[in-house]
């Protein structure tokens, strides 16, 4: 049974940090990512990482703000968020793409008050 289990979420003043992690488990994946979704707009990608290499993505948006890393033996992706603003204020899902099959966490809400 896949499992990504996110936490790191919460409440920051513009300018804060954040850490968001996400526990993956059930099977091996190729390729992880962060999505966001705020109240009223469509689910945007933020950043991605592939799980055998160093190769990393980011939304334009969050260039320079937020860092995307990983680490194997937990099975566990992070994102480090830094310098915060409101419009960063949505739910934050981790994704998992696998052969056949792409996989969601179940989200945690960040909240970037000015």
């Known amino acids: 049974q896949v499992q990504l289990i996110e936490s790191g979420g919460g409440l920051v003043q513009a300018g804060g940090s954040l850490r968001l992690s996400c526990a993956a488990s059930g099977r091996t994946f190729s390729i992880m990512a962060w999505f966001r979704q705020a109240p009223g707009k469509e689910r945007e990608f933020v950043a991605a990482?592939?799980?055998?290499?160093?190769?990393?993505y980011l939304v334009d948006s969050v260039k320079g703000r937020f860092t995307i890393s990983r680490d194997n033996a937990k099975n566990t992706v992070y994102l480090q968020m830094n310098s915060l603003k409101p419009e960063d204020t949505a739910v934050y899902y981790c994704a998992a793409a696998a052969a056949g099959g792409r996989y969601w966490g179940q989200g945690t809400q960040v909240t970037v008050s000015s």
């Open positions: 990482i592939r799980w055998t290499s160093t190769n990393t």
